[in-house]
């Protein structure tokens, strides 16, 4: 595309100064832009480098090595403003091009010098729609001046979209991506723009519940992973992920979700119902074959925002939750160990729990033995003889059966649980207790009670402990336990054990719950520690006080079990 001369002196290379403004001809879509941002560029050492690639022997790096000798002859006002006057018009004539032009402009750049000098390749078009920071609907198009040959003018054009300086906007960017490449976390920019698309067309078919139509169709979901694409991450992604750069992450969701399929759904559930984040535990399989728990962030773009930007976000949790799964087995062997040492306390208790009907065995057995002998054998006393045995036997073995289930390692189990029932399989253990030191017992059991969910034997073990300090509590004189159990109004099942000992000191009520604190010369201090341990994890509380009558009152509260 030529004109008509514009005459033109030669400009002074350190000021620019002393020379007449170039002054791009106005033709085609410069005629009707509302806005013009222009470059005039010295091409004469460049080229040779036209020459050789017009013929198809230029180098390789054509691009680079073609704008390696353009200059910038002359720039106007508004294309200062957007590149932001970095260093002036003054300063940027006679700079390489490429100094101020953004870096994704170069090839178009290029193409269009080779267009106006050399027409290559034949007919390549002297003008093409652009996309740009500053214009909407913007275009960019190629000049000559017959009378400066060595001269090419680029204009871009069209409506202001972002009257901001391209480098202030780069600037931005830059910033941002600085930041998200520093981030303590991984990272991963996501275009889930397909989505989009698919979400829209499902709401026209009137789809409002995405979980049930990605169970009746999982192909989407498998579909999904395949469309959206990672576009970014940073280097604490390329760490986790076992990776040594970018590109190896760039392309298809498909590994993120390699290892949780469900994971993927969640996701797709979130995006579909508008909601602004979605966070989850899950696990990844990295690149190099591992298998890591992370906690994944998920945050949506909504307008104004890059509808082509999404965040994902994960943090590496496996050396967390193996540490967390370490302190849990700590914590139950801790917690048997307690409970093997109160067994120990109860030795006397158990043994005579055991022997009672042991001896009811012997006895009945040695009475059916003599009914036998008779000459007309008694066959219906011994039958009634033989089902005491039987009943004998089995009283024995349910004793030996909560021995063991207190005693034994197991991991914790929760179940719905009647608090009265476990209450009464607790005083099992310390009847005796309570018996040969002549203690009077008064349980009331509060009706219809809500069911919990607990672990029984850990519940059983709170109780045991709490009768026990308090059978301990009473020496030398007539002494009192008070059990009682209710539905209290904030919706919790609560059990108080009142005790007729002399109470706690008021300088240890703050601390009867602490670890190695005791006021038995022989304890340890770890029981009431469990307990509170134990009755914590259930999601309730306890709490010691004392008695306005005298005695010491533990009170436990555990939630009651939701209604289904």
Request: net charge negative; proline share 5%; hydrophobic share 40%.
């Given at each position: ?37 222009w470059w005039?560029l ?14 198809g022997d ?18 106007d ?16 004539i ?21 267009a ?23 275009w ?33 960017e ?38 049930a ?14 469309i ?11 760490n ?7 590109e ?10 390699a ?9 797709i ?6 909601q ?28 104004p ?14 050396d ?20 093997i040492?109160?067994?120990?306390e109860?030795a006397t208790?158990?043994a005579h ?25 008694n066959l ?22 909560r ?9 914790p189990?929760?179940v ?8 009464e399989?607790?005083?099992?253990f310390?009847?005796?207790?309570i ?6 017992l ?14 029984r034997v ?18 030398g ?10 539905a209290?109004?904030?919706?919790t ?5 009142h ?24 304890g340890?201090?770890?029981?009431l ?7 914590t ?28």
């Amino acid at each position: 595309m030529s004109t008509a001369p514009v005459p033109m002196t030669k400009p002074d290379q350190a000021s620019g100064k002393g020379q007449e403004r170039l002054v791009p001809p106005r033709n085609g879509s410069m005629l009707f832009a509302e806005t013009i941002a222009w470059w005039a560029l010295d091409i004469s050492a460049a080229r040779s480098t036209i020459a050789a690639i017009a013929r198809g022997d230029g180098p390789t790096h054509w691009v680079e090595g073609l704008l390696a000798g353009v200059t910038i002859a002359d720039i106007d006002e508004n294309n200062l403003h957007f590149l932001g006057q970095v260093g002036g018009r003054a300063r940027m004539i006679g700079q390489p091009f490429t100094a101020y032009c953004p870096p994704e402009s170069w090839q178009t750049g290029a193409e269009f010098i080779l267009a106006a000098v050399a027409n290559y390749p034949p007919g390549a078009p002297r003008s093409r729609p652009i996309t740009s920071i500053a214009f909407s609907d913007g275009w960019a198009e190629v000049s000559t001046n017959e009378a400066h040959p060595d001269i090419v003018f680029i204009a871009v054009g069209g409506t202001v979209a972002d009257d901001r300086s391209f480098w202030s906007v780069r600037a931005s960017e830059e910033r941002y991506r600085s930041l998200i490449h520093h981030l303590p976390s991984a990272l991963l920019q996501v275009d889930s723009r397909p989505m989009t698309v698919i979400f829209d067309k499902l709401r026209e078919e009137g789809v409002t519940d995405i979980g049930a139509y990605l169970e009746a169709h999982p192909d989407l979901v498998g579909h999904s992973r395949g469309i959206v694409q990672v576009t970014d991450a940073n280097r604490d992604a390329l760490n986790l992920f076992g990776v040594s750069c970018v590109e190896d992450l760039i392309g298809p969701v498909n590994f993120l979700f390699a290892a949780s399929a469900d994971t993927a759904k969640r996701v797709i559930t979130a995006h579909f119902a508008g909601q602004r984040t979605h966070a989850e535990i899950t696990k990844i399989c990295t690149v190099d074959g591992r298998l890591r728990d992370v906690e994944m962030a998920v945050t949506y773009p909504t307008p104004p925002e890059r509808v082509d930007v999404t965040l994902i976000s994960l943090i590496d949790i496996t050396d967390r939750l193996r540490t967390e799964a370490q302190l849990r087995q700590l914590q139950a062997d801790y917690t048997r160990s307690t409970r093997i040492s109160m067994l120990g306390e109860l030795a006397t208790s158990i043994a005579h729990e055991v022997n009672q009907p042991l001896s009811a065995i012997v006895t009945n057995a040695e009475t059916s033995l003599r009914w036998m002998s008779r000459a007309e054998p008694n066959l219906a006393k011994v039958h009634q003889l033989t089902t005491r045995i039987v009943d004998s036997a089995r009283r024995a073995s349910d004793v030996v059966q909560r021995i063991r289930a207190m005693a034994a390692r197991r991991p914790p189990e929760r179940v719905e649980l009647d608090l009265n029932e476990v209450v009464e399989e607790a005083l099992q253990f310390v009847r005796h207790e309570i018996e040969s030191r002549s203690i009077k017992l008064s349980v009331r059991s509060g009706r219809r009670l809500p069911l919990v969910v607990a672990d029984r034997v850990q519940l059983q073990q709170v109780i045991v402990n709490l009768l026990l300090n308090g059978v301990q509590a009473q020496t030398g004189q007539e002494g009192l336990i008070e059990v009682s159990t209710v539905a209290a109004l904030d919706g919790t099942v609560q059990l108080t054990i009142h005790d007729g000992g002399p109470g706690i000191a008021n300088e240890d009520l703050g601390r009867v719950f602490g670890s190695f604190f005791s006021t038995k010369e022989e304890g340890i201090g770890i029981g009431l520690a469990i307990c509170q341990s134990i009755i914590t994890a259930h999601g309730g509380g306890i709490v010691a006080a004392n008695h306005p009558k005298g005695g010491a009152i533990f009170r436990f509260a555990l939630p009651a079990a939701r209604k289904t």
